[in-house]
């Protein structure tokens, strides 16, 4: 195990660590389970907690996690596909990934786990519970992931992001609190838009993929641009890295990067919004009242997306596109359609706010203070 980084100046409770209760936050891999994370550490921080991270060599939390809280990481990966050599080897790797958070909890002298799921829960959770600490697992998503669903029983307490999943956890300790978002999707006046600058009246349409990006639906977004355009709009669209075609298109209303650090302010901006349907980026269109177009990823596990999408569309918050049935075409002409109904999309905004819990990140650091303090 290797502490990547330190910054105790961060750490309102790093001059007295004595006094102050001492919390390992496991989350590790995407923005999905790595943004609720650092929402409710940082709030955790105003009730003076001492903090540290628990991660995985290379992923996202070795580039975000640093500058805040000490990160220590662990080889770790998850089961993938049928039994056989590689299975012998990732339980190996899991065993001494539970041998080692055991050894920095107890050197560490922490009075509790929080993880919000992943592969990097499940030694997480082993070794506090097996020390008698107690965990607190959070599960964005509609449909609890495997190792919520396996491992929830452990959990002291087992938060959830939305309503449905209770029925796939039935022996767990429940409390729904909503799914923590960033900081500044909740300011009260929405952060001015300056970069990109986008013309005051226009209807803007915003394409992301989340912290991955989205190939498949950056192509169908790109084909149906230019319709679009025609008709006024401006697009800005995040493509990722990882898009060799990022860009083929041009025009001066289509913005395209593969990150835009503004991104609560373009979604406070966004007349549409289409994306894929992870939690995180969920959260974001429910804080910011955005109508949508989703198109959940397919291969995402137990395609929990389309689960998370189907959330929003019964709500007539947004509207789900199958990525294998949807063509170019339909994505033009069902965007221009909502474009040219504004009372529509008043109504989609309202009902995703309905689907928002502004203070998520609150009631979650407040559940993983009543935990700690009945330890």
């Not at 390992?24 to 540290?52: K, M, N, Q, R, W």
């Not at 050894?103 to 030694?123: M, Q």
């Not at 959070?138 to 449905?164: D, I, M, Q, Y």
Request: aromatic fraction near 6%; hydrophobic fraction near 45%.
């Amino acid at each position: 195990m290797s502490p990547a980084s330190t910054r105790a100046s961060s750490n309102p409770a790093a001059s007295n660590p004595a006094a102050s209760p001492r919390l390992l936050v496991a989350a590790s891999g995407t923005g999905g389970h790595l943004f609720p994370a650092i929402a409710t550490a940082t709030a955790l921080l105003d009730a003076h907690y001492s903090i540290e991270w628990l991660g995985v060599p290379d992923r996202l939390e070795t580039t975000l996690v640093p500058d805040h809280f000490p990160l220590h990481t662990v080889r770790m990966a998850g089961f993938q596909g049928r039994p056989g050599l590689g299975t012998v080897k990732t339980l190996g790797q899991f065993g001494r990934a539970i041998g080692q958070v055991r050894h920095l909890l107890k050197a560490g002298k922490f009075d509790g786990v929080f993880t919000t799921g992943g592969y990097i829960a499940a030694p997480a959770i082993i070794a506090a519970r097996s020390l008698g600490l107690p965990a607190v697992l959070h599960e964005s998503n509609a449909l609890p992931g495997k190792v919520t669903r396996w491992l929830s029983p452990w959990c002291t307490t087992v938060a959830l992001g939305f309503e449905a999943a209770r029925a796939h956890l039935p022996k767990a300790q429940i409390v729904v609190v909503g799914t923590p978002v960033r900081d500044e999707f909740l300011t009260l006046a929405p952060p001015d838009l300056t970069d990109p600058a986008i013309p005051e009246g226009v209807p803007l349409i915003v394409v992301v993929g989340g912290s991955q990006g989205a190939v498949a639906v950056n192509q169908l977004v790109r084909a149906a641009a230019p319709a679009w355009i025609e008709a006024g709009a401006w697009i800005v669209h995040q493509t990722g890295s990882s898009d060799p075609d990022a860009d083929s298109f041009a025009h001066a209303q289509y913005i395209h990067r593969p990150f835009f650090s503004s991104m609560a302010a373009l979604m406070h901006r966004a007349t549409l919004a289409i994306g894929r349907s992870g939690a995180g980026t969920l959260t974001e269109l429910a804080i910011s009242r955005t109508p949508s177009i989703l198109i959940p990823y397919p291969y995402a596990a137990e395609d929990h997306q389309t689960v998370n999408a189907a959330v929003f569309a019964q709500a007539n918050a947004a509207l789900m596109l199958p990525q294998g049935k949807t063509s170019s075409g339909q994505l033009q002409a069902l965007a221009l359609d909502l474009l040219a109904q504004p009372q529509r999309l008043a109504d989609m905004a309202t009902a995703a706010g309905h689907l928002a819990t502004a203070d998520s990140a609150t009631k979650l650091a407040t559940l993983i203070q009543q935990v700690l303090l009945n330890r």
